[in-house]
T-cell receptor, first 109, second 117 residues
Framework: RKEVEQDPGPFNVPEGATVAFNCTYS??????FFWYRQDCRKEPKLLMS???SGNEDGRFTAQLNRASQYISLLIRDSKLSDSATYLC??????????FGRGTSLIVHP | EAEVAQSPRYKITEKSQAVAFWCDPI?????LYWYRQILGQGPELLVQ????????DSQLPKDRFSAERLKGVDSTLKIQPAELGDSAMYLC???????????????FGPGTRLTVL
């Protein structure tokens, strides 16, 4: 089993839809969690950190489920500009980061 | 806004040649990361520095790759000799530290796209 797993998609949704991605991790001792957004042929950019209590930023909500070892990202009211690849990052032992392979989102008119 | 600088942006080389990439992190960031990203995959950590010390280089192919951060500021990643399979995007990132919470948040440079012919 890979350390961090994501469904590569693509998730193809209409504008205004709500979409959710999950990211599972294998190391129960993982320390911190993040979601990044990556546009085609660009560098990843931090979208949000994932806290134990959950985290919301506008249309984006991230949650952590330590018991089941996954993090989630919910996007409400999808915009065309949300089309990108969403990468989860799990920091394990000594806060060494591991990226998932990313989930591709395509929002269409 | 502070940014991570990388150079060159693009590099084309022939196999068996040596290549080097440079990264200047955000000022004050103690932790520096080098990643390799193949199209369609997530970034793979090659080496992580805390100041000038290596925290992790378990995924660095040490027979051909080397990385240094001599003064704990900027860093160089070298490949010698380059192989066809090294064609990828090489990303550098930095963070304030590698303890918990927001100090872990990584900021990426624009990357160096390497093509080995």
């Amino acid at each position: 089993r890979k350390e961090v797993e994501q469904d590569p998609g693509p998730f193809n949704v209409p504008e205004g839809a709500t979409v959710a991605f999950n990211c599972t991790y294998s190391n129960s001792a993982s320390q911190s969690f993040f979601w990044y957004r990556q546009d085609c042929r660009k560098e990843p950019k931090l979208l949000m950190s994932v806290y134990s209590s959950g985290n919301e930023d506008g249309r984006f909500t991230a949650q952590l489920n330590r018991a089941s070892q996954y993090i989630s990202l919910l996007i409400r009211d999808s915009k065309l500009s949300d089309s990108a690849t969403y990468l989860c990052v799990v920091n394990g032992r000594s806060y060494i980061p591991t990226f998932g392979r990313g989930t591709s989102l395509i929002v269409h008119p | 806004e502070a940014e991570v600088a990388q150079s060159p942006r693009y590099k084309i080389t022939e196999k068996s040649q040596a290549v080097a990439f440079w990264c200047d992190p955000i000022s004050g960031h103690a932790t520096l990361y080098w990643y390799r990203q193949i199209l369609g995959q997530g970034p793979e950590l090659l080496v992580q520095f805390q100041d000038e010390s290596v925290v992790d280089d378990s995924q660095l192919p040490k027979d051909r790759f080397s990385a240094e951060r001599l003064k704990g500021v900027d860093s160089t990643l070298k490949i010698q000799p380059a192989e066809l399979g090294d064609s990828a995007m090489y990303l550098c990132a930095s963070s304030l530290a590698f303890s918990g919470g927001a100090q872990n948040e990584q900021f990426f440079g624009p990357g160096t796209r390497l093509t080995v012919l």
